[in-house]
């Protein structure tokens, strides 16, 4: 369904960013990946697919560097259809105790590298007369949680951008919305719940229960193939006229 498209997924070598870029080439996209560890392994769980498989190394917090990616692809891969910007990272702690490296860095990944991809692929997309663009923003979009001001503020923030892009780009075939997951176990959430386990002296299965009890009614993760399945979706021609919207994928959290 996605040949002849190409992605670029940010924060795309492990988590839910590697579950979306998975999906897309599974529908015949090409990916370009960014981020940080074992790029070897996330390339290769994505080339499975017989897609043509970019990578470039762009720390997303720098401006300078999205630039570059954003050169890299248009140079080597031919341009980018469809953004998915993924990338994030959270940092928990109440608002007076917040570092203020840590703040600059939340909003920097989560919030402003959007901006800067989305400001500099719209030109060509716009060129093109199609494109996707996907912000995966959270139910922290949304709702707050307590200790998470720097998060739950970018994540509000990406999703008033999503809406605001989405109007300026309502008439033409670019389509721009948000996708908000509540808890998916990846490396992100294992971080807070084993502080949780070691908070509440408990075992990591324990401490999951209770991460999910809190907030999550089905008790169950979301899983990146899911969230990957639903951006597939909205880059499908069923999608074509929704716009702006913010779709929560969260287990019942929002509904309470
Ligand atoms: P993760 O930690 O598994 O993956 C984050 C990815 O971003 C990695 O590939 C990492 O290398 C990359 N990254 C981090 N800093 C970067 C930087 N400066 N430049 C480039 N890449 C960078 O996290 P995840 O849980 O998969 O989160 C992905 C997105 O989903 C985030 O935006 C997060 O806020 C959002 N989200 C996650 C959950 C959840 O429960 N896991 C829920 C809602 C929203």
Redesign the pocket.
């Known amino acids: 369904m996605l040949t002849g498209k190409t992605a670029l997924v940010?924060?795309?070598?492990?988590?839910?960013?590697l579950g979306i870029a998975r999906s897309l080439a599974l529908h015949g996209a090409n990916v370009i990946l960014?981020?940080?560890?074992d790029v070897a392994s996330a390339k290769a769980q994505v080339a499975e697919f017989e897609a043509q498989v970019g990578y470039h190394p762009?720390?997303?917090?720098k401006p300078d560097e999205i630039a570059a990616l954003i050169k890299y692809c248009e140079m080597e891969m031919g341009g980018v259809d469809i953004l998915v910007n993924?990338?994030?990272?959270?940092h928990v702690a109440p608002i007076d105790e917040f570092p203020v490296e840590r703040w600059d860095a939340v909003i920097a990944?989560?919030l402003n590298s959007a901006f800067h991809t989305t400001r500099l692929l719209l030109p060509a997309m716009k060129a093109r007369r199609w494109g996707r663009i996907i912000n995966?923003a959270?139910v922290h979009g949304l709702v707050a949680s307590a200790n998470k001001s720097a998060y739950v503020t970018a994540k509000h923030g990406l999703i008033g951008m999503t809406k605001a892009v989405a109007l300026e780009t309502a008439t033409s075939a670019i389509t721009v919305n948000a996708i908000c997951?509540?808890?998916?176990l990846?490396?992100?959430?294992q971080r807070q719940v084993d502080a949780r386990a070691q908070q509440d002296q408990v075992s990591n299965e324990e401490a999951k229960r209770r991460l999910l009890a809190e907030k999550q009614p089905s008790l169950q993760f979301t899983t990146p193939e899911q969230l990957g399945e639903l951006t597939v979706f909205l880059c499908s021609p069923a999608a074509d006229n929704i716009r702006g919207a913010a779709i929560n994928v969260d287990g019942g959290w929002l509904a309470q």
Do not use: E, M, R, Y
């Open positions: 940010t924060g795309s070598t492990s988590g839910i960013g960014n981020g940080f560890g762009a720390d997303v917090s993924n990338a994030g990272i959270q990944i989560n995966i959270s997951p509540g808890w998916v990846t490396p992100l959430v």
